[in-house]
């Protein structure tokens, strides 16, 4: 006569197992052996798996105890590790990520550190660009006031031709970025001219004055003098107050 047996025990993953014994001799005989004879899967553990079970069970306790966080958190912290990794291996995907991740709302899922890092950079990058605009225009207004005979009238199309593209390049820039025009001073005229003095006098064989002999009006003539209307209009309505 085959008689079926149940015993009920508690998993290391702390939930009930129910184990099923095929008769109850064989209980009796060897209770180690009569739990290994598992009829089918276990009763009472959602989705009658342990191995998936404890996967999901220590993902969730990760996110709630050992963390001390919402799994929501968690799942953040995830994306966020994702997008640094993104940020080293793939730019252009990464930055597709974060604008969708700000449009959406989702701030806390931002890797913030390299956001933050990028929109410094492209402050820096438009400065420089100004610098390195200015010393290309003062490099062939050297050019044209230190060189003579041939040499200028062979080249002087083509210098006077890429101050003009300076010059508009630089125009825009102000344009989109207002505030650079706090970089149009004597101090920034003198440094992008030191730059420009060593490569003119090694391939020209020049020797350029020390200090710079150019104004802002020489390197941008329309907005240095829209800065000095400006200027003049703001000293008169100081002065009436």
């Given at each position: 006569m085959m008689i079926i047996a149940y015993e009920?025990?508690?998993?290391?993953?702390?939930?009930?197992?129910?184990?099923?014994?095929?008769?109850?001799d064989q209980a009796n005989a060897?209770?180690?052996?009569?739990?290994?004879?598992?009829?089918?899967?276990?009763?009472?553990?959602?989705?009658?798996?342990?191995?998936?079970?404890q996967a999901e069970n220590g993902r969730r306790k990760k996110a709630r105890g050992e963390d001390g966080g919402e799994e929501e958190g968690y799942e953040g912290?995830?994306?966020?590790?994702?997008?640094?990794?993104?940020?080293?291996?793939?730019?252009?995907e990464w930055s597709d990520r974060t604008a969708a991740l700000i449009r959406a709302g989702k701030f806390k899922q931002i890797d913030?550190?390299?956001?933050a890092e990028e929109i410094e950079s492209l402050g820096k990058s438009e400065r420089h660009q100004l610098r390195s605009r200015v010393t290309q225009?003062?490099?062939?207004?050297l050019k044209l006031s230190l060189t003579s005979g041939p040499l200028r009238e062979n080249n002087e199309r083509g210098w006077?031709?890429?101050?003009?593209?300076?010059?508009?390049?630089?125009?825009?820039?102000?344009?989109?970025?207002?505030s650079l025009k706090r970089l149009l001073t004597p101090e920034t005229l003198q440094d992008c001219y030191s730059d420009a003095v060593e490569p003119v006098a090694t391939e020209y064989d020049v020797k350029p004055p020390a200090r710079c002999p150019f104004g802002w009006s020489d390197v941008l003539?329309?907005?240095?003098?829209?800065?000095?209307?400006?200027?003049?209009?703001?000293k008169v309505t100081k002065a009436a107050k």
């Open positions: 009920r025990y508690t998993s290391k993953y702390g939930f009930d197992v129910f184990t099923l014994w095929s008769s109850v060897n209770p180690a052996e009569g739990l290994s004879a598992l009829q089918g899967s276990p009763v009472g553990c959602p989705g009658g798996d342990l191995n998936a079970r912290d995830e994306m966020s590790s994702t997008s640094k990794t993104l940020y080293e291996t793939d730019f252009a913030a550190e390299n956001v225009i003062l490099e062939h207004q006077r031709g890429s101050v003009g593209r300076q010059r508009g390049e630089m125009r825009k820039l102000l344009r989109e970025s207002p003539p329309a907005v240095e003098e829209k800065r000095r209307k400006t200027a003049a209009k703001n």
